[in-house]
């Protein structure tokens, strides 16, 4: 998924939102109806998904929104039991500034960020010194400096966070120099820089493929689950056992995962992370946000 905030590979399609979910709050049971918000319901995997939820007795009703600012609050209203469409940073960002406590209940995939070079094949070829851009949005320039951080090209003062700024970088412990440029130019900057971090959105546009990617997002990192997308439902439903069947069929859905991947266009990293630890990465990115005021 690209959200506003940062790379969910969804495309946005122009829907309206109608009724209200029946079924919030409920445990499992046969042919229950579920709701769940999306952004882009015409990507062809849902269509798998909603089939196979059916041969296991739940009916999904997927209802499409046009952008991301509206599935938050229709989940927090009840017009949707669940929605799917966002990572964690994003449903931090909502709760934060609107009070709601939304939760994860499931992960869904983690698209990687990228570093690309026209001239090292590998990260330790880069030379000592060397300049890497970076794209200086907010979210994408915090996330291109752990990448960064995690192939030993720099040092975060502190380790980092999702909300870390070029200001953080040690100098004296990192092997190159970081430049930030708009999203759109760090493709074209290649020629020019040892390596660059290129947004999801620009590198078909660029010539080049995600498996061009000499370093990335490592899933296994801590500093990556921010990034997480996931099945996000009301606090008080966090234990109900139809919305856990629903991640489950999501996630061991062979049919279902290999869209997703197809759709992102090769990006999308298949996740099952454990509820508890997406869970704890809400809590730390929600505490960075109140601590930032």
Known sequence: MKSAIAALAILPVAALLA???????????????????????????????????????????????????????????GEVDLNQFQHIIYLADYNEANGQDLVPVGSTAIYPLGLYSSQYDSVEDIPDGANVAVPNDPSNLARALLVLQSADLITLKGGGSAYSTLSEVDEAKSRVKVTELDPTLTATSLPDVAAAIINNDFIVD??????????????????????????????????????????????????????????????????????????????????????QG
């Open 206 to 291: 660029s010539g080049l493929e995600a498996s061009d990617a000499i370093a990335q997002d490592d899933p296994s990192d801590p500093n990556a689950l921010p990034y997480v997308n996931i099945f996000a439902a009301r606090a008080e439903d966090k234990d109900n056992e139809t919305f856990k069947k629903l991640v489950e069929i999501y996630q061991d859905t062979k049919a279902v995962t290999d869209g997703v991947i197809e759709h992102s266009g090769g990006t999308a990293v298949m996740l099952t992370t454990p509820v508890k630890d997406l869970e704890a990465s809400l809590k730390t990115v929600q505490e960075q946000i109140a601590e």
């Open 19 to 77: 009724g209200c979910a029946g079924n919030a709050g409920s445990s499992s049971s046969e042919d229950e109806t579920v709701k769940i918000g999306v952004v882009g319901a015409s990507d062809p995997y849902w269509e798998t998904y909603v089939d196979a939820a059916a041969d296991e007795g739940i009916t999904v009703e997927l209802v499409d929104f046009s952008d991301y600012n509206q599935p938050n609050p229709a989940l927090a209203e």
